[in-house]
Nanobody
C-alpha cells in the first residue's frame, strides 16, 4: 500500500491550495478515504472523510464551508481543495486509508504572509 500526497506549500492568508493523494496497492474504489492534519504541538485531527463512491462526505467544524474533499476512482486519487486559508490551517496534512490503516508521508501546508 502506498499513499503519496502532493500539493502542499506556502500560501498567503485567504489563499487556496489543492492537495492530492495518489493511492496504490489496495482496492481504492471500494475504500473510504480521509484527510488528517497535525499542527505543531497539537494532536492529529481528522479534517475530512469521503465514502468509497464519493457520495458521502463529512468535515471537521473548523474547515466546513472552506474545504472540499473529492475523489477520482479512475485515477486512484483523493483531493482536498482548501480555500480561505488562515494561519490556523498551518499543519502537515496526511492522507489516510481506514480500510488498510496506512498513512501517507504528509505534505506541509503553511499559511503566512
Amino acid at each position: 500500500v502506498q499513499l503519496v500526497e502532493s500539493g502542499g506549500g506556502l500560501v498567503q492568508p485567504g489563499g487556496s491550495l489543492r492537495l492530492s493523494c495518489a493511492a496504490s496497492g489496495f482496492t481504492f474504489s471500494s475504500s473510504a478515504m480521509s484527510w488528517y492534519r497535525q499542527a505543531p504541538g497539537k494532536e492529529r485531527e481528522r479534517v475530512a472523510r469521503i465514502s468509497s463512491n464519493g457520495g458521502s462526505t463529512n468535515y471537521a467544524s473548523s474547515v466546513k464551508g472552506r474545504f472540499t474533499i473529492s475523489r477520482d476512482n479512475a485515477k486512484n486519487t483523493v483531493y482536498l481543495q482548501m480555500s480561505s486559508l488562515n494561519s490556523e490551517d498551518t499543519a502537515v496534512y496526511y492522507c489516510y486509508s481506514p480500510a488498510t490503516g496506512y498513512w501517507g508521508q504528509g505534505t506541509q501546508v503553511t499559511v503566512s504572509s
